[in-house]
């Protein structure tokens, strides 16, 4: 059974950062192509930003240049790491995984509207809450 599961959510001022991080167990990690995802509230679910078996990334425009995703094979874990935040990141985030590699070659516009539609298994999620 695969599993995903977030943690490191919270509430941070604007420009602050945080580190988010799944774990995921169940498969084999290595091969997939794994995502971060977030819904604001009256929101569509969006992608955030992805990462390939390959290690390619990619980033929704809004956080370039700000988040960071990688993925540490050997401890089945995938993080987002999140800097000068703003209040406009707030939402749930969420880890996903396919075990196809469809999503992972999206454009970065593709991925942000319709990828989540390629994600496979998810976790619960994680809030993050940046105040002005």
């Known amino acids: 059974e695969v599993q995903l599961v977030e943690s490191g959510g919270g509430s941070v001022q604007a420009g602050g950062a945080l580190r988010l991080s799944c774990s995921a167990s169940?498969?084999?990690?290595?091969?997939?192509?794994m995502g971060w995802f977030r819904q604001a509230p009256g929101k569509e679910r969006e992608g955030v930003a992805a990462i390939g078996s390959d290690g390619t990334t990619i980033y929704a425009d809004s956080v370039k240049g700000r988040f960071t995703i990688a993925k540490d094979n050997a401890k089945n874990s995938l993080y987002l790491h999140m800097n000068s935040l703003k209040p406009e990141d707030t939402a749930m985030y969420y880890c996903a995984a396919s075990s196809g590699l469809r999503v992972c070659g999206y454009s970065d516009s593709d991925f942000v509207r319709v990828g989540y539609y390629g994600m496979e298994y998810w976790g619960n999620g994680t809030l993050v809450t940046i105040s002005p």
């Open positions: 169940g498969y084999t990690y290595s091969t997939y192509c």
